[in-house]
C-alpha cells in the first residue's frame, strides 16, 4: 500500500485515552471498518470508482496532495490512475460501523458500571479506568449533541 505523499494521515488523531478505549473493544474490529489510509475505524466512509472506500478526509487530502503536486489522481491502494475524484458515501458500512460502535459502547459501559458497583473486587486502577471510559463516552456524546442539535 503507498503511504501519504508527505508520509502523514493524522486527521484529528485519536487522543490517548480514545486510542486506549478503542482497544477495549468486546466486538472485533473488523478490517473493513478502519480507513487503509488512517488504520482508523471510518466515521465518514466514501467509496471511489473502483470501489475502495477510505475515510472522507484522508481520500480528500490524498487527491489535494495529489493535485498540488501536479500528478493525475490515482487510488492510493492500487496506484492506478482514476477517471473521476467523486466520492460515492458508503451509507450501509456507515450504518454498520456506527451499529458496531453502539454495541461496543454498551457492553463497555456495562464492565465500566460493575466495577463502579458496590461490592466489587476491582482494584483502583480498573476503578479509575471505567471513570475514565465513562467521562469519555460522556465527552463524546456531549461533542456529538452540540455538533447534530
Known sequence: MAGSLDGSYDIGGQSDDSYLFEKLRVEPIYDAFRCPLTKQV?????????GRTFE????????RECRESGRKPICPLTLSELRSMELNPSVGLR????????????????????????GSQETETDIL????????????KGVQQACNP
Do not use: Y
Not at 471510518?42 to 473502483?50: G, K, S
Not at 450504518?95 to 458496590?118: F, G, P, V, Y
Not at 479506568?129 to 463524546?140: G, S, T, W
Open 42 to 50: 471510518m466515521r465518514d466512509p466514501v467509496a471511489l470508482e473502483n
Open 95 to 118: 450504518n454498520t460501523i456506527e451499529e458496531w460502535n453502539a454495541r461496543n459502547e454498551a457492553a463497555q459501559l456495562d464492565m465500566a458500571h460493575k466495577s463502579l458497583s458496590l
Open 56 to 63: 472522507r478526509e484522508a481520500i480528500e487530502k490524498w487527491f
Open 129 to 140: 479506568q471505567a471513570l475514565k471510559f465513562v467521562q469519555h463516552l460522556c465527552q463524546k
